[in-house]
């Protein structure tokens, strides 16, 4: 799951973030596509393709394979068609969800997300329909080595972001929608290594789940969400108790 719910980390104790790396890549080449597509194929004056060569060199995808995708772009050679989808509804414990897809066949994706939709018994709704309940961000990750709370707390506020949260293992920089690009690179001079980062959703209210069934209903609709091809991210608006938490670790 995207953003930075408490139990999005429980994915990386059972591994289930990058035990199927290939389909990872995949949407990564995906969203390269799109980006070299909508503007210049030059990461330097495409601000979206820079931050899709970024998150699939933190990803780990091999330098020719990023290269590649660029070039079939710029020559003329990519026949692909993609299109932004987003569909949005209510899942197990009425947890609000949006999933933002990326397809060259809507009928496809609509029937595979109406799918996963009515086997984890939750419901798709209206065009914000649930949207309304999420505002964009962006957010970037630090490594706990970047420095002293109060430290980069005057360096965020320079750079323009809007808050610092500690989430034990690592830090949150929460930016606005425009300042998300400026922040990230004013950061990256500063010599700040930036461990992931994503243009995200993030909820007004969260719903906290307390009971472990309902939980983990709600984190496999989730997950299986995520493991649809043309699913590049999905948001919602639970996080889970820290009683369940440790349960489910």
Do not use: C
Not at 180 to 198: C, D, H, W
Request: net charge negative; aromatic share 6%; no cysteine.
């Amino acid at each position: 799951m995207s953003g930075h719910s408490k139990w999005s980390k429980v994915k990386h104790f059972k591994g289930a973030v990058d035990s199927k790396r290939s389909k990872l890549f995949t949407k990564l080449v995906k969203e390269i596509t799109v980006a070299a597509k909508m503007g210049l194929p030059d990461p330097d004056a495409n601000p979206r393709l820079r931050l899709a060569v970024q998150n699939a060199r933190a990803a780990s995808m091999p330098k020719d394979t990023i290269e590649r995708a660029i070039k079939k772009v710029a020559a003329g050679t990519e026949t692909s068609n993609y299109e932004e989808v987003i569909y949005e509804g209510y899942g197990p414990g009425h947890i609000a969800v949006v999933v933002e897809a990326l397809t060259d066949n809507r009928n496809r994706t609509a029937s595979s997300v109406r799918t996963l939709f009515n086997k984890n018994h939750a419901s798709l709704g209206a065009a914000n329909s649930v949207q309304y309940m999420f505002e964009r961000k962006g957010t970037i990750f630090l490594p706990k080595t970047a420095g002293a709370e109060d430290q980069l707390m005057e360096l965020i506020l320079e750079a323009g972001a809007e808050d610092l949260e500690d989430l034990g293992d690592e830090w949150l920089v929460t930016t606005s929608f425009e300042n998300y690009i400026p922040v990230r690179q004013f950061l990256e001079s500063k010599g700040i290594a930036v461990t992931e980062s994503e243009l995200a959703r993030i909820p007004s209210q969260k719903v906290i789940l307390a009971d472990k069934e309902t939980a983990e209903k709600a984190m496999g609709f989730v997950e299986a969400l995520e493991e649809d091809d043309d699913v590049q991210k999905v948001f919602s608006n639970f996080d889970v108790s820290e009683p369940v938490l440790a349960q489910l670790r």
